[in-house]
């Protein structure tokens, strides 16, 4: 059974959303399953997304944030075949991201916001034969830290 499941949260102005509850409290767990896709859409300041695909195989994760002061936290952990991708604009942002899984891919995209971008981070701890991650800042004061083993 092929089970597809999309989400998406959006704050237009200010404000916040969690996606599973405020301050990363359990997320939106999607536990030993396959063919799973989550997509979550932020705009504004200090949202979060957090998502837990652990066990799942052929999982997508989808999030996009623009504003600042923003957290998104995927984690795949014994989900080969899946993906990770992370696509934040604006400033003061940071993505945090856990991945087991072969054949895997991270994607974390922190871009300017009308020209403005600087202090993003971006934390990536893959453990995964044949998988790949790409981190790639825009802007200033930003910094990385990639852990693949």
Do not use: C
């Not at 989400?7 to 405020?22: D, H, K, R, T």
């Not at 949202?47 to 504003?67: R, T």
């Not at 942002?93 to 899984?101: F, H, I, R």
């Not at 790409?134 to 083993?149: D, E, I, L, M, P």
């Amino acid at each position: 059974m092929n089970i597809k499941m999309s989400m998406i949260a959006m704050v237009l102005v200010s404000g916040a959303a969690f996606a599973g509850g405020p301050g990363g409290g359990g997320g939106l767990p999607q536990v030993n399953s396959s063919n799973e896709t989550v997509n979550i859409y932020q705009e504004g300041g200090n949202n979060g997304a957090s998502v837990d695909q652990s066990g799942s195989k052929y999982a997508d994760v989808n999030i996009s944030q623009k504003g600042l002061n923003n957290l998104a936290t995927a984690t795949q952990s014994s989900a080969y075949n899946s993906d990770i991708n992370v696509s934040q604009v604006g400033f003061s942002n940071s993505s945090s991201n856990l991945q087991t899984g072969d054949n895997s891919t991270i994607n974390v995209s922190q871009n300017n916001l009308y020209g403005w971008g600087a202090g993003n981070s971006a934390n990536v701890n893959q453990t995964a034969d044949s998988s790949i991650v790409n981190v790639t800042q825009n802007g200033s004061a930003n910094w990385a830290n990639v852990y693949q083993h």
